[in-house]
């Protein structure tokens, strides 16, 4: 397969082909995405989100998602996070208030998706972006050979991922990127997250210079000048939720980076006061699932819950089930109370070949609104009023979510060996538009808004 760029083609329902309502099941929403796979096989840039993989417990979960932190955030050492020095809120600044960039008008439309893509496992990524309406993709930029791209977050045009060696940001959707900031010696990158209005970018870091626990969670403005220190933990490793310096506000999670453990509490930090308090008071942490959503304003989260078995043994090794039944959580920040939208799945649920049975979701909310959705399976459900409402039906298990509104949905959906496809399906038209297909060698850094 050359690394030739060739067009796109945009693919969307003929007359031929009844309209597919978003809230059938049976009817293919993505049909015509699907039959125009063949017309474009030959493409250099094709795109693969792997099948969800087989949860075997939470435990062996963490471990998979520490291994990859590792992996891509520098290759530092493990460490068991056991220290006993107390934590210290919120480092002075040497400038004082953070700088805040004026955020740009957006009207939270889909505009580009950003993306890395490699021919082959042994050669370097380049970066490239493609309009989501359908078209050709353009070259941004390359890597080099031992980075990856790791930790992305896109609000509205500003875009954002780390190399491994380098964050690197765009202002313009993900046309241009510049290195804002460059991994110091001793210390990997291990959290990155875009401020909610986007003025800002908020990262944390792990020292790998001795056994001590050291970790930081600094701030950037977009133009990457600017550094701010907001908290730092001789404790535990922090790694960022969400961030609003227009309130004041910084979510984090505290746990353990490189070693056998969970989160062990998710915090609220108040920038203005220095002070940290628990956004989960008297949750039990060991059933919230790692997929957490936060709106801008950061006034509403949302999270999936679990139910945790100690009594079943996986792979014949003793320990615990995490699963079903799977709790959709939403949580009003301003009073703590957490409230269930959904309760999905039964106690112990298997597949029909008898293994137990894990989902895969995916959580966010509406471009430009503090509306939360859900998803699961193949469908997509915002939350209003509590209550879960069907926006949208695939035909094809979801793979990934990577822009929902009330007006289009961006979303992969999987074929197979391990192929994919990442269409955008219009609400109003019920027609698909396949912005491109491919395989696992490409990561998708995120979807823009104008």
């Known amino acids: 397969m050359d690394d030739q760029q060739q067009p796109t083609p945009s693919v969307s329902s003929d007359d031929t082909t009844p309209p597919s309502p978003p809230i059938s099941k049976e009817e293919s929403i993505l049909q015509s995405a699907s039959e125009g796979v063949d017309e474009i096989d030959d493409q250099p840039n094709r795109v693969v989100l792997p099948p969800a993989p087989e949860k075997k417990s939470h435990k062996k979960l ?13 290759g530092g050492a493990a460490f068991a996070l056991l220290g006993s020095k107390k934590e210290t809120p919120a480092a002075s600044s040497s400038t004082g208030t953070p700088v805040v960039e004026k955020k740009a008008t957006q009207t939270f439309s889909p505009d580009k998706v950003s993306y890395a893509y490699r021919t082959a496992e042994a050669d370097p990524y380049t970066v490239f972006y493609r309009p989501t309406a359908g078209g050709e993709r ?59 209005d986007g003025s800002r970018i908020t990262f944390s870091t792990f ?35 969400a961030y609003s310096p227009t309130t004041n506000r910084l979510a984090y999670a505290e746990g ?48 999936i ?19 079903a039944p799977y709790s959709i959580m939403q949580v009003d920040v301003a009073s703590g109370e957490s409230k269930v939208v959904k309760t999905i799945g039964t106690k112990q649920e298997k597949n029909a070949n008898g293994t137990y049975k ?26 209003v009023s509590l209550k879960p409402e069907l926006l949208y039906t695939s035909d094809k298990a979801l793979g990934g979510v990577y822009f929902v509104s009330d007006k289009n949905v961006i979303v992969g959906t999987e074929l197979p060996a391990n192929e994919y496809t990442l269409s955008n399906y219009d609400l109003t038209t019920k027609k698909s538009v396949l912005i491109f297909e491919g395989n696992i060698n490409t990561s998708i850094i995120g979807v823009s808004t104008k």
């Open 358 to 383: 894990y989902r895969q979701f995916f959580l966010g909310f509406l471009a430009g609104t503090s509306t939360p959705y859900y998803a699961e399976d193949t469908n997509i459900y915002r939350i």
């Open 62 to 74: 963490w471990i998979a998602l520490l291994l990859l932190v590792v992996i891509v955030g520098g």
């Open 256 to 303: 353990c980076y490189g070693c056998d453990s969970g989160y062990s509490a998710i915090k609220l930090y108040d920038l203005k006061k220095k002070t940290a308090e628990d956004l989960l008071d008297g949750a039990d942490i060991k059933t919230l699932e790692y997929t957490m959503a936060f709106s801008d304003d950061m006034k509403v989260v949302t999270y």
């Open 138 to 196: 353009k070259e941004v930029t390359k890597l080099d050979r031992d980075e990856y791209v790791s930790n992305m977050d896109v609000k509205g045009n500003v875009a954002a991922f780390l190399s491994g060696k380098k964050i690197f940001l765009s202002k313009d959707g993900g046309t241009t990127y510049k290195a804002v900031y460059t991994v110091e010696a001793g210390e990997d990158v291990i959290s990155l997250k875009i401020a909610g």
């Open 305 to 323: 819950k679990h139910t945790v078995d100690t009594s079943i043994a996986i792979d014949g090794i003793p320990g615990y089930y995490t699963g």
């Open 207 to 241: 020292s790998t210079a001795s056994a001590d626990v050291e970790g930081k969670i600094y701030s950037l403005n977009t133009s990457g000048s600017d550094k701010q220190e907001l908290v730092t933990s001789a404790k535990y490793a922090l790694f960022v939720q």
